[in-house]
C-alpha cells in the first residue's frame, strides 16, 4: 500500500491510499484514510486474558466496531502491545454483550503492536473485534 498526498473526492488537500503495483492487470485503487476500506475481523473465546490482533509491522490496527458477550459478570478491556491502556475497563454483566461501532474508529494500537484484551474476573467470554490496518 502506498502513502500518497492528493486531492479528496472535493478538491481538497487530503492524504490518501493507494493499493495495487500500478499495472494494467492491478491498477493502484485510491482510498482516502476516513474511507473505511479492508476491514478484517479477529475474534477470540477465552476465560483468560488473550492477544485478540496480531501485530502487523510499521501499521496502527484502528478498531471500527467491537463485541464482547459474557457467560458471568467480568470486566474486560483492550490493550496495545500488553502495556498501554487503549480503552477503559467494560463492565459486562452475567451473560451480558456490549456491542459498539464508529466508521472513523474507536480506537487504535500503537504502530507495529498487538491488540490484547486484558479479563479481569472468572468468565468465559467472546470478543470480535473489526479493524483496518493503517500506515504509522
Excluded: W
Aim: proline letters at 3%.
Amino acid at each position: 500500500m502506498a502513502n500518497l498526498f492528493g486531492l479528496d473526492a472535493t478538491g481538497n488537500n487530503a492524504y490518501v491510499k493507494a493499493t495495487g503495483a500500478g499495472s494494467n492487470a492491478d491498477p493502484f485503487v485510491i482510498h482516502n484514510d476516513a474511507f473505511t476500506s479492508s476491514l478484517k475481523s479477529a475474534f477470540v473465546a477465552s476465560g483468560v486474558s488473550s492477544d485478540v490482533i496480531a501485530a502487523v509491522a510499521s501499521n496502527k490496527l484502528r478498531v471500527m466496531s467491537m463485541a464482547i458477550t459474557a457467560n458471568s459478570g467480568c470486566t474486560v478491556q483492550f490493550q496495545s502491545g500488553a502495556s498501554t491502556d487503549l480503552t477503559p475497563p467494560f463492565h459486562i454483566a452475567g451473560e451480558g454483550n456490549l456491542t459498539m461501532s464508529n466508521p472513523l474508529g474507536l480506537f487504535e494500537s500503537n504502530s507495529g503492536e498487538k491488540i490484547n484484551a486484558v479479563l479481569a474476573g472468572s468468565a468465559d467470554y467472546t470478543v470480535m473485534l473489526t479493524y483496518r490496518e493503517v500506515a504509522a
